[in-house]
T-cell receptor, first 114, second 111 residues
């Protein structure tokens, strides 16, 4: 299996632009998680989906952030408009819900907002 | 989920066993102990997990005290590639699959 796939791996954009991060979970996994990592706040959960349905979005910072999972093999995290404080590494992870199974993380997208 | 406490940093000589402690004194009976590590610039990587029995896999051993209030991750023969930040996390198995990462322990393997 190719593991969790994220794209792009690096994104540099200017303040005010829309940014879309993409994630393809491991085939067969039915839970998907979006995390953000910064030096100041560490690794924090933004939102997670179970069977394509958002279960907990309490970590989404504000209305500028939105996440969708249109099907079991694809999810997006969108920031509109982007701000410099959104600069971070964004990780996607997937797992099989309701098991002792672990979460498998993707390689991350490093976002820089100028 | 229960809170965990880990030392911020540790050093270990290459080839020796690395023992990473974690305190989770408020752990509930239905919470598992998970260990992840994050090598610089990579996504977190699962290492091992357990409920109350000691566990061993190809990467590490997990020793959980009888009262479950603390645990130790053991890397039996540390190599330079084991230099990473190690996170100890407790989570309920069903109903809430979130992982709450603390600040972890930065383990440095010394040649």
């Amino acid at each position: 299996d190719a593991g969790v796939i994220q794209s792009p791996r690096h994104e540099v954009t200017e303040m005010g632009q829309e940014v879309t991060l993409r994630c393809k979970p491991i085939s067969g996994h039915n839970s998907l998680f979006w995390y953000r990592q910064t030096m100041m706040r560490g690794l924090e959960l933004l939102i997670y989906f179970n069977n394509n349905v958002p279960i907990d979005d309490s970590g989404m910072p504000e209305d500028r952030f939105s996440a969708k999972m249109p099907n079991a093999s694809f999810s997006t995290l969108k920031i509109q408009p982007s701000e410099p404080r959104d600069s971070a590494v964004y990780f996607c992870a997937s797992m099989t819900s309701g098991s002792t199974d672990t979460q498998y993380f993707g390689p991350g997208t490093r976002l820089t907002v100028l | 989920d229960a809170k965990t406490t880990q030392p911020p940093s540790m050093d270990c000589a290459e080839g020796r066993a690395a023992n990473l402690p974690c305190n989770h004194s408020t752990i509930s009976g239905n919470e598992y102990v998970y260990w992840y590590r994050q090598i610089h610039s990579q996504g977190p990587q699962y290492i091992i997990h357990g409920l109350k029995n000691n566990e061993t896999n190809e990467m590490a051993s997990l020793i959980i005290t009888e009262d479950r209030k603390s645990s130790t991750l053991i890397l039996p023969h540390a190599t330079l590639r084991d230099t990473a930040v190690y996170y100890c996390i407790v989570r309920v198995l069903f109903g809430n699959e979130k992982l709450t990462f603390g600040t972890g322990t930065r383990l440095t393997i010394i040649p």
